[in-house]
């Protein structure tokens, strides 16, 4: 029995596979200068069965975004689910740059999506945010957190500010 034969009797292993491919090739090349083909290649998974499972490309480059933020939750479970908990500002940085610097095909395909003019929100993101945006909610209510801060624009500067240091870490650690 071939690998491919495994494979295509193991859905979750196919998905698995084509994901990891995916992610390595979009954010290597971007979303335009990669193929279906490519992608087949990388995995060894035929073309028609990525098309099965995705059903798109623009489908699978959706799924693996969404793989990268809801990485974040399974990575980090216990603060995923402390939606009523005030947030640690320090601590919760410190998990997101934990995450991000683990995952260094996660930021490089930020960058990509980026540099390829693709602003869309991730499949996930809202709900990272929201959870953000709650927990400081909490924190301003058992005055924690100054309640002139806005929580919104408050998780938008952590992310900004997270990405930031990660991209320019290496000039950084010159300092």
Known sequence: MTQLQRRTRDPVAVRTT?????????????????????????????????????????????????????????????????????????????????????????LRLCARTRVDGDYQVWPGEPNLFDLLERRMKVAQEQGLLRDDLDPRQLSVMIMGIVFFWLENRKHFAER
């Open 18 to 106: 084509v994901l990891d491919a995916a992610l390595e090739l979009f954010a290597q090349h971007g979303f335009a200068d990669t193929s279906l083909r490519d992608i087949s290649r990388k995995s060894g998974v035929a073309h028609p069965l990525i098309l099965h499972h995705f059903g798109s490309k623009e489908s699978l480059y959706a799924e693996v975004k969404r793989r990268v933020v809801e990485g974040y939750a399974q990575r980090f479970p216990a603060a995923a689910r402390a939606v009523n908990r005030p947030i640690n500002l320090r601590a919760e940085l410190r998990r997101i740059m934990t995450y991000v610097g683990e995952n260094e095909l996660a």
